[in-house]
């Protein structure tokens, strides 16, 4: 799927709470590096994990379903196989009813989960990541796709 950057800017753009289904509490799974990106950058995260509901992660309470969220939610970014991507998408239209975009992780792809949430007027994105994307569009990339400091050394 191709998505034009003005596209993926204003989702960026207009996205203020994201939920990230499948948060991992181990910094070195993309899950959690991702969603720690995110709240960086000034977003809310609200931690979506059944094995971790209860404990606290980047200042908010892991729930173990979509369905326990109080906040509006403007993004689901899910971490999940594309085979358990359409009950997460249902569980969102259900429950989210401000709901925005549905993003799907590199990787996660889903057409029936993608044209019912687009039925219901949710933009989708499919097999990208935020926090690349938002680097990407925002000058933030270096070498090899990773933001990464200048290393220099003496020869």
Request: proline fraction near 6%; charge should be positive.
């Amino acid at each position: 799927m191709t998505y034009s950057d003005d596209f993926l800017r204003s989702i960026l753009k207009r996205s203020k709470v994201v939920a990230v289904v499948g948060v991992s509490m181990n910094p070195v799974r993309p899950s959690y590096y991702v969603a720690r990106y995110l709240s960086l950058k000034g977003y809310r995260v609200i931690p979506v994990n059944p094995g971790h509901a209860g404990k606290m992660l980047f200042g908010e309470t892991v729930v173990s379903d979509l369905s326990e969220i109080d906040a509006p939610v403007d993004m689901v970014d899910i971490f999940r196989r594309s085979e358990a991507v359409p009950p997460i998408v249902d569980a969102a239209l259900e429950h989210l009813p401000q709901l925005k975009t549905v993003w799907m992780q590199i990787g996660v792809e889903n057409a029936e989960a993608a044209a019912a949430a687009q039925a219901k007027g949710v933009d989708v994105i499919q097999n990208r990541c935020p926090k690349i994307e938002y680097q990407r569009l925002y000058g933030e990339l270096r070498m090899g796709g990773f933001a990464t400091g200048v290393i220099s050394s003496k020869l």
